[in-house]
């Protein structure tokens, strides 16, 4: 069947996929250079010549790609992705920011800070040291995989019923994210199927909701259980940490270290508005949503912007 391109978002990024997809590097080096322009609308500036040049371009090499069984020449080198780096910002970017987008891009489908570094300790060294982690959202959900690729026992608490941090909590309306999706998940668990640049939250707390069931990090979690408050004890070098589970009662958990991941979305503040008790209608805050109201018809005050 004839293949077709009708509409290709962004010209200097399709052209440096192009770069992985054929080897070619001189698709970064020859006569087309973007111009990056942040409110801009992605084609960096290119002609209507130089545009439909690329995508026909980009037509053959994905019939190549097909034709000779969907594989892939050998992985640019470091060098040529610093060259393609540059030609999607449209300026020359420093050298060390190389291992990062090395990092984000997981070229060969690896997780390139996966821990490896205590593999060598004996596990008699690790059985008796314990870390509890404070929050279940997306810090404590990668801390929690890094821990257990670590060997390192650990606990989380999270007040919340589920994991996804702010992503659990805030359901308003339009609720979604500020950064593009791909930018906004873990760089070794890349999600190809968002169906938005800026996805909505039931989305995103799907995400992470995948996340730590693929990774069976749920029977270290405890949910419904609220800090209370985290001491140090020097002379043992241990936490003690007081919290509240679900039925009120107070518990003690006793660890080697604590590690907080209680990000900054999920505790709502609430203005002090004289008043506000004899106020006779509904009133929230939007990071506790409630949905069983209905704003239709309704005149509606929004504090706060």
Same mark, same amino acid.
């Given at each position: 069947?004839?293949?077709?391109?009708?509409? @290709?978002?962004?010209?200097?990024?399709?052209?440096?996929?192009?770069?992985?997809?054929?080897?070619?590097?001189?698709? @970064?080096?020859?006569?087309?250079?973007?111009?990056?322009?942040?409110?801009?609308?992605?084609?960096?500036?290119?002609?209507?010549?130089?545009?439909?040049?690329?995508? #026909? *371009?980009?037509?053959? #090499?994905?019939?190549?790609?097909?034709?000779?069984?969907?594989?892939?020449? %050998?992985?640019?080198?470091?060098?040529? /992705?610093?060259?393609?780096?540059?030609?999607?910002? $449209?300026?020359?970017?420093?050298?060390?920011?190389?291992?990062?987008?090395?990092?984000?891009? #997981?070229?060969?489908?690896?997780?390139?800070?996966? /821990?490896?570094?205590?593999?060598?300790? %004996? %596990?008699?060294?690790?059985?008796?040291?314990?870390?509890?982690?404070?929050? #279940?959202?997306?810090?404590?959900?990668?801390?929690?995989?890094?821990?257990?690729?670590?060997?390192?026992?650990?606990?989380?608490?999270?007040?919340?019923?589920?994991?996804?941090?702010?992503?659990?909590?805030?359901?308003?309306?339009?609720?979604? /994210?500020?950064?593009?999706?791909?930018?906004?998940?873990?760089?070794?668990?890349?999600?190809?199927?968002?169906?938005?640049?800026?996805?909505?939250?039931?989305?995103?707390?799907?995400?992470?909701? $995948?996340?730590?069931?693929?990774?069976?990090?749920? %029977?270290?979690? *405890?949910?419904?259980?609220?800090?209370?408050?985290?001491?140090?004890?020097?002379? *043992?070098?241990?936490?003690?940490?007081?919290?509240?589970?679900?039925?009120?009662?107070?518990?003690?958990?006793?660890?080697?270290?604590?590690?907080?991941?209680?990000?900054?979305?999920?505790?709502?503040?609430?203005?002090?508005?004289?008043?506000?008790?004899?106020?006779?209608?509904?009133?929230?805050?939007?990071?506790?949503?409630?949905?069983?109201?209905?704003?239709?018809?309704?005149?509606?005050?929004?504090?706060?912007?």
């Amino acid at each position: 069947n004839d293949m077709k391109i009708q509409r @290709v978002g962004a010209l200097p990024s399709l052209i440096a996929s192009l770069v992985h997809l054929t080897g070619d590097e001189s698709l @970064v080096t020859g006569d087309i250079k973007p111009v990056y322009d942040f409110f801009g609308d992605g084609q960096g500036g290119l002609t209507p010549e130089q545009i439909e040049r690329t995508k #026909a *371009r980009a037509l053959d #090499a994905l019939k190549a790609y097909r034709d000779r069984g969907s594989k892939l020449p %050998p992985q640019p080198s470091l060098d040529t /992705v610093h060259k393609m780096m540059n030609f999607v910002a $449209g300026v020359e970017i420093p050298a060390h920011y190389v291992p990062f987008l090395e990092e984000e891009l #997981a070229l060969e489908g690896s997780d390139l800070k996966a /821990v490896h570094s205590l593999e060598a300790l %004996p %596990p008699s060294r690790k059985k008796d040291f314990h870390v509890l982690v404070i929050g #279940a959202g997306m810090s404590g959900l990668l801390v929690s995989i890094r821990l257990k690729q670590a060997g390192i026992s650990f606990t989380v608490v999270d007040k919340n019923s589920d994991v996804g941090g702010t992503w659990m909590v805030n359901g308003y309306p339009g609720c979604r /994210v500020d950064n593009p999706n791909h930018l906004y998940s873990y760089s070794f668990e890349p999600n190809h199927d968002w169906p938005y640049h800026f996805s909505t939250q039931p989305l995103l707390w799907k995400y992470f909701q $995948g996340v730590a069931d693929k990774y069976n990090l749920r %029977p270290n979690i *405890r949910f419904q259980t609220e800090v209370i408050d985290s001491a140090y004890d020097e002379s *043992r070098a241990m936490w003690t940490t007081r919290v509240r589970t679900k039925d009120g009662k107070e518990e003690k958990i006793v660890s080697n270290a604590v590690i907080t991941a209680v990000g900054q979305l999920s505790r709502p503040r609430l203005p002090d508005i004289k008043g506000v008790e004899t106020f006779k209608g509904k009133w929230f805050h939007s990071a506790e949503w409630d949905h069983s109201v209905d704003l239709k018809g309704k005149r509606v005050a929004s504090i706060g912007t």
